[in-house]
């Protein structure tokens, strides 16, 4: 049983530019959120997916957005980046309304 | 004030330590605890979740809440040095409209076992 998978693994991006992160579900969820995780830092939540539409969202600005296609998998969107968004990007998978979010590698993001 | 405080360490132990890990909370809304295990450059591995107040055991690992202090911990048992990682709390409170368990994540714990 694959767990949840995301990629690219490492990401180098050069200020300004945009950037698309991407994640596949473990099998059987249908629910995707996406987290922050600064460097010595706990993952802060982006925002949620479900049913192919954001259902919650952190403190995030609008430069960040997703999708969700048909089979649950999920893309994360960051426009007109800044030296400030290098971070791990997590993926984190559920069942709807279930509490047990299980994660990804990551994607790790240096913008230079 | 953070929402969800836990001390940063780094924590050392010797290989067959009994090993306390804590964080403490303001959201009283709060429910759900979670703990994470997190190896250097990987994504966090969930170790444990408890529902509201009391204990529970798993293989080494004991989650204990308390919600009456606002104090969750992670105990583990006969520390091995593969036990060597960050230890992340989380927690989450009931979804009110959008059905959404938003995690609120500590900063980590780094704990080294020492061979």
């Known amino acids: 049983d694959a767990g949840v998978t995301q990629s690219p693994t490492h990401l180098i991006k050069t200020r300004g530019q945009q950037v698309t992160l991407r994640c596949s579900p473990k099998?059987?969820?249908?629910?995707v959120s996406w987290y922050q995780q600064a460097l010595g830092q706990g993952p802060q939540f982006i925002f949620q997916?479900?049913?192919?539409?954001?259902?919650q969202r952190g403190n995030f600005p609008d430069r960040f957005s997703g999708h969700q296609f048909p089979n649950y998998s999920s893309e994360l969107n960051v426009n007109a980046l800044l030296l400030g968004d290098s971070a791990l990007y997590l993926c984190?998978?559920?069942?709807?309304?279930?509490?047990?979010?299980?994660f990804g590698p990551g994607t790790r993001l240096t913008v230079t | 004030q953070k929402e969800v405080e836990q001390d940063p360490g780094p924590l050392s132990v010797p290989e067959g330590a009994i090993v306390s890990l804590n964080c403490t909370y303001s959201?009283?809304?709060?429910?759900?605890f979670m703990w994470y295990r997190q190896y250097s450059r990987k994504g966090p591995e969930l170790l444990m979740y408890t529902y509201s107040s009391g204990n529970k055991e798993d293989g080494r690992f004991t989650a204990q809440v308390d919600k009456s202090s606002k104090y969750i911990s992670l105990f583990i048992r006969d520390s091995q040095p593969s036990d060597s990682a960050t230890y992340l709390c989380a927690m989450s409170a009931p979804p009110i409209t959008s059905g959404t368990y938003k995690y609120i994540f500590g900063t980590g714990t780094r704990l080294k076992v020492l061979a």
């Open positions: 959201n009283s809304a709060f429910q759900y």
């Open positions: 984190a998978s559920s069942r709807d309304r279930s509490n047990e979010q299980y």
């Open positions: 099998s059987g969820h249908d629910t």
């Open positions: 997916y479900y049913e192919e539409e954001e259902r």
